[in-house]
C-alpha cells in the first residue's frame, strides 16, 4: 500500500526559510513530486526526484533519500505569496500519483 | 507549457441529475489522463486511470457505475457524475500526463455543488 506523511500546517516568517518533510512508504517507487496549490485552485509542479540528493530550482529546492523514504521541501526567502499548501506526491511503477494530505503554509509579514 | 483545460469550472446542480465535465490536453497529447476529487483542507484522493481507447481503472472504493469516464481521443477525456447526490459536491480536478513520469499537468478544475 501507500503511506504519505507530512506536517499539516506550518507558519513562516517573511524572508525566512523553511523545510516541509515527507515521509513515504509505498509499494513501487518512480519518483517524488512536490506540488502548490492556492486555496480554491489546482496543484502547480515545483519539482520531481527520482535520484537521491538535492534538486534546487531557485527559491524552491527538494532533497529525496530512498533509502531513507524521506524528502523535503525548502523555500528560501519566502514571499507572501508562497502561503499556501504544498502537496507531496509519489508515482509509482504505474506512474500514478499518490498525494499526501497538504501541508498548510502561512507566511506572515 | 502544457495547457489542460476543464469544462465547465463551476456546476451548480439538483440532486438526482447527471453532470459531465470534460478535460482536454490543448497543445499535446495525453495518452492517459487522471481524475481527482478533493474535499476541503483535504488532499487529492485519486478516482481513476483514464486510457485512451480503453476503459477507465478506478480506485478502490470509487463506484464505476456513478462515475462514468471517457477517453474518446488523446486530448479529452469527460467525466460523468451520474445521479449526483449533495454528497458528490467537491472539487474535481484532471491531469493528463503525456511522454515521461515528470510531464504531468494538471487542469484548473471543476467546482460541483449538488442541491
Known amino acids: 500500500g501507500q503511506n504519505i506523511d507530512q506536517p499539516t500546517e506550518m507558519t513562516a516568517t517573511e524572508g525566512a526559510i523553511v523545510q516541509i518533510n515527507c515521509t513515504y512508504q509505498?509499494?513501487?517507487?518512480?519518483?517524488l513530486f512536490w506540488y502548490q496549490q492556492h486555496a480554491g485552485e489546482a496543484p502547480t509542479f515545483l519539482s520531481y526526484?527520482?535520484?537521491?540528493g538535492l534538486e534546487e530550482k531557485g527559491r524552491f529546492s527538494s532533497f529525496l533519500s530512498r533509502s531513507k523514504g524521506y524528502s523535503y521541501l525548502l523555500l528560501k526567502e519566502l514571499q507572501m505569496k508562497d502561503s499556501a499548501s504544498y502537496l507531496c506526491?509519489?508515482?509509482?511503477?504505474?506512474?500514478?500519483?499518490?498525494f499526501g494530505a497538504g501541508t498548510r503554509l502561512a507566511v506572515h509579514p | 507549457g502544457a495547457v489542460v483545460s476543464q469544462h465547465p469550472s463551476w456546476v451548480i446542480c439538483k440532486s438526482g441529475t447527471s453532470v459531465k465535465i470534460e478535460c482536454r490536453s490543448l497543445?499535446?497529447?495525453?495518452?492517459?489522463m487522471f481524475w481527482y476529487r478533493q474535499f476541503p483542507k483535504q488532499s487529492l484522493m485519486l478516482m481513476a486511470t483514464?486510457?485512451?481507447?480503453?476503459?477507465?481503472?478506478?480506485e478502490q472504493g470509487v463506484e464505476k457505475d456513478k462515475f462514468l469516464i471517457n477517453h474518446a481521443s488523446l486530448t479529452l477525456s469527460t467525466l460523468t457524475v451520474t445521479s449526483a447526490h449533495p454528497e458528490d459536491s467537491s472539487f474535481y480536478i484532471c491531469?493528463?500526463?503525456?511522454?515521461?513520469?515528470?510531464?504531468?499537468?494538471f487542469g484548473p478544475g471543476t467546482r460541483l455543488l449538488v442541491l
Open positions: 509505498t509499494s513501487g517507487f518512480n519518483g
Open positions: 483514464s486510457n485512451e481507447g480503453s476503459k477507465a481503472t478506478y
Open positions: 526526484n527520482v535520484l537521491d
Open positions: 497543445d499535446f497529447q495525453a495518452t492517459t
Open positions: 491531469s493528463a500526463r503525456g511522454q515521461g513520469p515528470q510531464t504531468q499537468y
Open positions: 506526491a509519489t508515482s509509482n511503477g504505474y506512474n500514478k500519483l499518490i
